[in-house]
């Protein structure tokens, strides 16, 4: 849709001042359904899904011959697939006496894997986790009120497989329905520890953990990056938490209208807080112009609502003419914990 002049106009006010932590909790990590019993069968008895292959070096040399123009970094293809707890996976009943489904989903030669629920309603109790095989990273657990739009999209897990994990209160598998519409296989890395592209910094670009920048600390808490999908690619994209003028710690988030320009894009939004260099490296060193070394997937989101947008991005793929901004809403609940900040300015 196209902002009409009010919406413009609280684009501008939702900057006027400074906001506090945002005051909420939720998703928590918790230990896997299956590693809580032992009579739990083993990750190589759980039915496997293998993907079709990718093209990877095909998309990267589409990649090389754009690297000029206006865009966000993409890093991921889009798999159609039509997998369900109803027809796919493996289900167990528990000695607690809970069902636990489990799924495992394999691309060979894929840097990341990620899940896009295109229906994702749970019953009540019921909850979902996603990892890697052995020991990584735990994303979830993932409830219905985690649901937008009714899908959902996941986290990246580093790898050729990932594993999803879902545990139902003993009478409520009936209300389980889920169906697991795209997976994101990622071709190529995001910028971080392994296998990195090349970064934007500059040396000449100053870490947020060094003294000069103590006047902005805070402000720092509010910048994330994210995911989103569109027409069949995944994307990289920043933009940073705002405040608005109730002050009420609604996550607003501005951004750029030439990475979201849809409600369908953002809806596909996955957050990742507080990535940054935990360290000042000297300016003007070669250790100040690589990527920082910490872990992209700690703190994330899932989820938003597109409220504004101002920019030609959606009509002509230019953003000359108009400020390129688009203004959504997280639609997750932000553990206290991140320890992020409403940015403004005062008066």
């Given at each position: 849709?196209?902002?009409?002049?009010?919406?413009?106009?609280?684009?501008?006010?939702?900057?006027?001042?400074?906001?506090?932590?945002?005051?909420?909790?939720?998703?928590?990590?918790?230990?896997?359904p299956s590693e809580q019993h032992a009579s739990t069968r083993p990750p190589s008895a759980v039915a496997?899904?293998?993907?079709?292959?990718?093209?990877?070096?095909?998309?990267?040399?589409?990649?090389?011959?754009?690297?000029?123009?206006?865009?966000?970094?993409?890093?991921?293809?889009?798999?159609?697939?039509?997998?369900?707890?109803?027809?796919?996976?493996?289900?167990?009943?528990?000695?607690?006496?809970?069902?636990?489904?489990?799924?495992?989903?394999?691309?060979?030669?894929?840097?990341?894997?990620?899940?896009?629920?295109?229906?994702?309603?749970?019953?009540?109790?019921?909850?979902?986790?996603?990892?890697?095989?052995?020991?990584?990273?735990?994303?979830?657990?993932?409830?219905?009120?985690?649901?937008?739009?009714?899908?959902?999209?996941?986290?990246?897990?580093?790898?050729?497989?990932?594993?999803?994990?879902?545990?139902?209160?003993?009478?409520?598998?009936?209300?389980?329905?889920?169906?697991?519409?795209?997976?994101?296989?990622?071709?190529?890395?995001?910028?971080?520890?392994?296998?990195?592209?090349?970064?934007?910094?500059?040396?000449?670009?100053?870490?947020?953990?060094?003294?000069?920048?103590?006047?902005?600390?805070?402000?720092?808490?509010?910048?994330?990056?994210?995911?989103?999908?569109?027409?069949?690619?995944?994307?990289?994209?920043?933009?940073?938490?705002?405040?608005?003028?109730?002050?009420?710690?609604?996550?607003?988030?501005?951004?750029?209208?030439?990475?979201?320009?849809?409600?369908?894009?953002?809806?596909?939004?996955?957050?990742?807080?507080?990535?940054?260099?935990?360290?000042?490296?000297?300016?003007?060193?070669?250790?100040?112009?690589?990527?920082?070394?910490?872990?992209?997937?700690?703190?994330?989101?899932?989820?938003?609502?597109?409220?504004?947008?101002?920019?030609?991005?959606?009509?002509?793929?230019?953003?000359?003419?108009?400020?390129?901004?688009?203004?959504?809403?997280?639609?997750?609940?932000?553990?206290?914990?991140?320890?992020?900040?409403?940015?403004?300015?005062?008066?």
């Amino acid at each position: 849709m196209d902002v009409p002049k009010r919406a413009v106009g609280l684009v501008v006010l939702l900057i006027i001042g400074a906001g506090p932590v945002l005051p909420a909790v939720a998703q928590q990590r918790a230990p896997l359904p299956s590693e809580q019993h032992a009579s739990t069968r083993p990750p190589s008895a759980v039915a496997v899904e293998t993907l079709p292959s990718v093209d990877a070096a095909a998309l990267r040399a589409e990649d090389r011959a754009r690297s000029d123009r206006v865009g966000p970094y993409r890093y991921g293809k889009t798999i159609e697939t039509n997998f369900s707890p109803d027809r796919d996976g493996t289900w167990e009943q528990l000695s607690s006496g809970e069902w636990l489904w489990r799924l495992r989903i394999r691309s060979r030669d894929a840097v990341s894997l990620s899940v896009g629920f295109t229906q994702f309603q749970l019953p009540a109790g019921a909850a979902l986790y996603l990892h890697g095989p052995g020991d990584t990273a735990v994303h979830g657990p993932y409830t219905a009120a985690d649901a937008t739009a009714e899908q959902h999209w996941t986290p990246l897990i580093r790898g050729e497989e990932l594993i999803l994990e879902l545990v139902v209160p003993a009478d409520r598998r009936p209300g389980v329905r889920l169906e697991i519409g795209k997976i994101v296989y990622g071709y190529r890395s995001l910028p971080g520890r392994e296998k990195t592209p090349p970064s934007k910094s500059g040396s000449c670009n100053l870490d947020v953990a060094c003294e000069e920048a103590a006047p902005w600390r805070e402000q720092v808490q509010s910048v994330g990056r994210y995911t989103f999908e569109s027409n069949g690619s995944t994307f990289l994209c920043s933009g940073a938490l705002i405040n608005n003028t109730a002050e009420d710690g609604t996550p607003y988030f501005m951004t750029a209208e030439h990475c979201i320009s849809t409600p369908e894009e953002a809806t596909t939004m996955v957050f990742y807080w507080n990535y940054q260099n935990e360290t000042c490296r000297p300016l003007g060193s070669p250790e100040n112009k690589s990527v920082t070394d910490d872990d992209l997937g700690e703190q994330t989101s899932s989820g938003a609502v597109l409220r504004a947008r101002l920019g030609n991005w959606h009509q002509s793929d230019q953003i000359s003419g108009k400020p390129d901004l688009a203004l959504v809403e997280v639609d997750d609940e932000i553990p206290e914990a991140y320890n992020l900040y409403l940015s403004g300015w005062s008066r």
